[in-house]
T-cell receptor, first 112, second 115 residues
Framework: EAQVTQNPRYLITVTGKKLTVTCSQN?????MSWYRQDPGLGLRQIYY???????DKGDVPEGYKVSRKEKRNFPLILESPSPNQTSLYFC???????????FGSGTRLTVV | GENVEQHPSTLSVQEGDSAVIKCTYS??????FPWYKQELGKRPQLIID?????GEKKDQRIAVTLNKTAKHFSLHITETQPEDSAVYFC??????????????FGPGTSLSVIP
């Protein structure tokens, strides 16, 4: 089954404790992206990757890092999480940039 | 900067009636306009999309129309059913000169279909 898999689904952490949210797709998609979803603000892009070893900032990259060492994986790293990063995060992929995203199931992150 | 506005933010309709959600975009270079449906607690899913060289596209009970001159596009759902209740997001995609394809989402419309 074609899918984007995110882990974990839920995460509660403390301020400053590094964490990684994993994202993996099995569709051989070149384009992958991370979004955060907050009430009233829709989906805002954090980082994207056009292909392996090619990543760039989206609209809200501050406080986040990503890497794309393999085509299928695109982890999101929070080096020092803060409470304003409490949000619902989605990983998405598409065969080419922006056309017809497939989204992961989401990660609800709470930073206390 | 580029943005996508979406109206209304909430919409309630009686089952069987039609629902219309409208989006406007600011970047005239946008060339692809998808709509995503997000049911409560679930991921957004693509339901229909339209490219800038097409004025209208239909898929059973849903349709999307695009007015490039006015820079707006709309989602039309006919014969609404309770399972249509969800948050709907529009988006606009622009192919940038650097080959980065930027996708900007609207803030969403919460649709409730009353049985």
């Amino acid at each position: 089954e074609a899918q984007v898999t995110q882990n974990p689904r839920y995460l509660i952490t403390v301020t400053g404790k590094k964490l990684t949210v994993t994202c993996s797709q099995n569709m051989n998609h070149e384009y992958m992206s991370w979004y955060r979803q907050d009430p009233g603000l829709g989906l805002r892009q954090i980082y994207y990757s056009m292909n392996v070893e090619v990543t760039d900032k989206g609209d809200v990259p501050e406080g986040y890092k990503v890497s794309r060492k393999e085509k299928r994986n695109f982890p999101l790293i929070l080096e020092s999480p803060s409470p304003n990063q409490t949000s619902l995060y989605f990983c998405a992929s598409s065969a080419s940039g922006g056309f017809g995203y497939t989204f992961g199931s989401g990660t609800r992150l709470t930073v206390v | 900067g580029e943005n996508v506005e979406q109206h209304p933010s909430t919409l309630s309709v009686q089952e069987g009636d039609s629902a219309v959600i409208k989006c406007t975009y600011s970047d005239s270079a946008s060339n692809y306009f998808p709509w995503y449906k997000q049911e409560l607690g679930k991921r957004p899913q693509l339901i229909i999309d339209i490219r800038s060289n097409v004025g209208e596209k239909k898929d059973q009970r849903i349709a999307v129309t695009l007015n490039k001159t006015a820079k707006h596009f709309s989602l039309h759902i006919t014969e609404t059913q309770p399972e249509d209740s969800a948050v709907y997001f529009c988006a606009a995609r622009r192919a940038m000169k650097t080959s980065y394809d930027k996708v900007i989402f609207g803030p969403g419309t919460s649709l409730s279909v009353i049985p």
